[in-house]
């Protein structure tokens, strides 16, 4: 189980006010609603603070970020990318506001501080615009970015039950 330097951190990056970026937001709230999580998780709002981030991450046995994730596909496809993946992706943004978590992710490397385990979990954004609704892309892979964010917890070795009522 990944709970050693403070447990798993489950980070929600986005700007709810940006229609698809808020993906990242949405699915830590819907996290939340649909899966009983043991006390070692810890869900994050991590908005889009940028290097204020540094200290949640640096603090973190493990972290898993949910984003919305430009990665060149069309629209609404889920991405999954580890620890091993992101050096690639230091030179690529990763999101729309995600120059910040960039420099976050590249200040972790260099200080030494970055956990053995960041998972970055996220769907492929349309065109962004001022709304606080997701495209209806986005919201179609909502689910599954949620499914797969427990999924990784599980895999972490934490006890993650899905709620009765989110069953129905």
């Given at each position: 189980?990944?709970?050693?330097?403070?447990g798993?951190?489950?980070?929600?990056?986005?700007?709810?006010?940006?229609?698809?970026?808020?993906?990242?937001?949405?699915?830590?709230?819907?996290?939340?609603?649909?899966?009983?999580?043991?006390?070692?998780?810890?869900?994050?709002?991590?908005?889009?603070?940028?290097?204020?981030l540094?200290?949640?991450?640096?603090?973190?046995?493990?972290?898993l970020?949910?984003d919305?994730?430009?990665?060149?596909?069309?629209?609404?496809?889920?991405?999954?990318?580890t620890?091993?993946?992101?050096?690639?992706?230091?030179?690529?943004?990763?999101?729309?506001?995600?120059?910040?978590?960039?420099?976050?992710?590249?200040?972790?490397?260099?200080?030494?501080?970055?956990p053995?385990?960041?998972?970055?979990?996220?769907?492929q954004?349309?065109?962004?615009?001022?709304?606080?609704?997701?495209s209806?892309?986005?919201?179609?892979?909502?689910?599954?970015?949620?499914?797969?964010?427990?999924?990784?917890l599980?895999?972490?070795?934490h006890?993650?039950a899905?709620?009765?009522?989110?069953?129905?």
């Amino acid at each position: 189980m990944s709970d050693a330097a403070g447990g798993t951190r489950v980070i929600g990056l986005g700007n709810p006010i940006m229609g698809d970026d808020g993906l990242g937001l949405r699915a830590l709230g819907r996290l939340a609603e649909r899966y009983a999580l043991p006390p070692e998780v810890e869900l994050v709002d991590g908005g889009t603070w940028g290097m204020r981030l540094l200290e949640e991450i640096e603090s973190a046995g493990a972290v898993l970020l949910l984003d919305a994730v430009d990665h060149a596909a069309p629209a609404g496809s889920v991405t999954v990318l580890t620890r091993h993946d992101l050096p690639r992706y230091f030179a690529h943004k990763l999101s729309p506001h995600q120059v910040d978590l960039r420099e976050v992710l590249a200040a972790c490397e260099l200080r030494g501080t970055l956990p053995p385990v960041v998972t970055v979990i996220g769907a492929q954004p349309g065109p962004l615009e001022m709304s606080t609704a997701l495209s209806p892309a986005l919201e179609a892979s909502l689910d599954q970015v949620t499914d797969l964010a427990a999924e990784e917890l599980a895999a972490l070795g934490h006890t993650v039950a899905r709620r009765e009522a989110a069953c129905a």
